[in-house]
């Protein structure tokens, strides 16, 4: 990626484009093989991260489970590098639009092993709670209620 972006954060990984970003290093890596259908279909697709997920959720592709399994992993350990940053003890919620799109891949164990892999830190964020918000409109709502509560304080 640093052949592509002048800086390489998280984001770049953990975000909607990020699972394409993975996607798109496996590709030049060349280890794991690819239909030349799904290739296609990626190409076109006007969300290539949402065609990647749904190809790895079918399991009509390896590159692309590849691809969700290692963005999983990055998830969960930058979710729990943030945990510990905040000392968020009282638990951590998980949004947006991705996690609930893949939401069986998220708690099949893959994304808790790496949220708590943090050496001698593990044990505190084994007790940290972690809840996965499936309801897709959770931030307007949220959002909606403070500009209704300041309105009503103003």
């Known amino acids: 990626m640093w052949t592509q972006f002048s800086h390489v954060s998280c984001e770049r990984l953990v975000s909607g ?3 394409a970003n993975i996607y798109d290093y496996l590709c030049s ?5 690819e239909s030349r259908r799904v290739t296609e279909r990626i190409a076109r697709a006007a969300d290539r991260s949402a065609a990647i997920a749904q190809a ?3 399991g009509e592709s390896p590159r692309c489970g590849r691809a969700l399994e290692w963005f999983i992993s990055v998830y969960g350990a930058e979710a729990g590098n943030l945990a510990l940053k905040a000392l968020a003890t009282g638990g951590v919620y998980i949004g947006g639009g991705i996690a609930p799109k893949v939401a069986a891949n998220v708690t099949d164990g893959r994304f808790m092993r790496a949220f708590r892999d943090k050496g001698r830190l593990s044990e505190m ?3 940290v709670p972690v809840t996965l918000i499936l309801e897709p409109k959770t931030a307007m709502r949220g959002a909606a209620a403070r ?6 304080t103003d």
Do not use: F, Y
């Open 147 to 152: 500009a209704e509560n300041k309105r009503l």
């Open 125 to 127: 964020l084994s007790a």
């Open 29 to 33: 890596e060349g280890r794991v093989e």
């Open 17 to 19: 484009p990020g699972l």
């Open 56 to 58: 790895a959720i079918d």
